[in-house]
């Protein structure tokens, strides 16, 4: 009994070792200004990133009608709170988020990497009073540049405009089965963080003239409110069918804009530039209210419980009626579609292979994003894997890294607009167990 009880605590210490590991950069990650390396960022209130853990990624974003992937151990979909009353075991998840971008434009391209924060979650099972879950989670990312040069006579300088920041939610949900196979489930969201735009001309060094520079400082809050509901109909012993839906209101953020102009310095080397001298001016802060978009989504999905599963999403969200900035495009409503699936070969199987779960998917997305007479679509293949880890009879945790690969492409090169193709990395680690149990001993 002591040596069972050794190898279960020296199992569950390597766990919560690489689970730390990954909340610790999680963490930094999160700390850091976020940047989403795209021009079309700057719309808005950023480029939405979505609730989706990497396993959803991995299948083209499909998650409404998911409640557990493989019929066992349940996988915490913060998209669909109702999904929460599936959890059987406790659930930690954490992860880290990657991209390279090809931006072209019909005069120019240029390449970008980026690196930031993915996920938080943890969630938790209350028997006959379904499921509880809480995290941290991006919600949005600003992170632009762009830049034309012009003249004074003979004295040439840049014109320079960037963004960067992002918002992050942190979320508390709770879902209930209320009738054989139906659950519902809500969130409840504190959104917050700093979106900054700035636009500043550069002169050259040996000229010796201060660069002027204004910072567009917009702080944002609020309290959002989602729902979902699913429902689960067994079809015999093995197979299957869900759907599920899930929404949101409109609803109501806070913005405060603060303008700063400042003067900075030029300089050859880049840790010394752009820091500004002196400040100029300061506005007042400036409030006013946000209206969040009216969402809807559907999905349906089969499954042969513990082998594979299929399934789609239906998505709409609508931007018309989103308060802008002067000067700028208003948004258009957004709809997409999303399929793909997972296939696990034998979990049973001693060989390690076909315990793995691989995923596919592909979706398309008509965003709200309307530039130069032309809709801002957006598609991608994804792929991805689940690879188990070390799982002793002893114990009753099960840990899973999920890896998963977007590979896509947004916009296109006509009319003056710009065409990403990008990849997006996300690895998360997910950590199933019954944390709040007392041991037995004989």
Known sequence: MQKRFISSLRNKSLQLLLAGGILASSTTAFAQKTTSASPYSQLGIGQIREDLLPQYRAMGGINTAIRTLDGVFYNTNPSNPASYSAARYSVFDAGLYGN???????????????????????????????????????????GYRTSSQEGINQDVYNKVFTGEGGLTKAYAGWGVRVYKGLSIGANMSYLFGTLNDFSRVEFPVS??????????????????????????????????????????????????????????????DPDNQNIPLDTTYMSDRVSRHLTLPLKHNVGVTLARNGRWLVGADFKYADWSKFQVRDGENRLRKN??????GQLTPDR????????????????????????????????????GIGLP?????????????NFSAEF????????????????????????????FRRNQFD
């Open 207 to 268: 000229s010796g003239a201060l660069n002027p520079q204004r910072q567009n400082k917009r702080e944002i809050q609020g309290i959002i409110f989602d729902y979902g509901l699913q429902y689960e109909q067994p079809l015999g012993k093995e197979y299957s069918l869900t759907f599920g839906y899930s929404g949101s209101l409109n609803n109501d953020i806070k913005e405060r804009t603060t303008i700063i102009d400042t003067r900075t310095s030029p300089s050859s």
């Open 100 to 142: 390279y971008t090809q931006l072209k434009s019909t005069t120019k391209s240029d390449n970008t990497a980026d690196f930031a924060f993915s996920h938080i979650t943890m969630t938790f099972p209350m028997k006959k009073f379904g499921g509880i879950s809480m995290g941290i989670l991006p919600f949005s990312d600003v």
């Open 335 to 340: 709809y997409g579609v999303a399929v793909g």
């Open 389 to 401: 880890l070390a799982r002793t009879s002893y114990s009753t945790a099960f840990s899973k890294i």
């Open 348 to 383: 049973s199987s001693l060989k390690y292979l076909n315990q793995v779960d691989y995923r596919l998917g592909f979706r398309y997305n008509k965003t709200q994003y309307f530039q130069g007479g032309e809709n801002i679509n957006d598609m991608a293949v994804t792929v």
């Open 408 to 435: 896509g492409q947004m916009g296109k090169v006509s009319n003056g607009l710009l065409r990403e193709r990008y990849i997006n990395f996300n690895i998360g680690f997910t950590l199933n167990d019954r944390w």
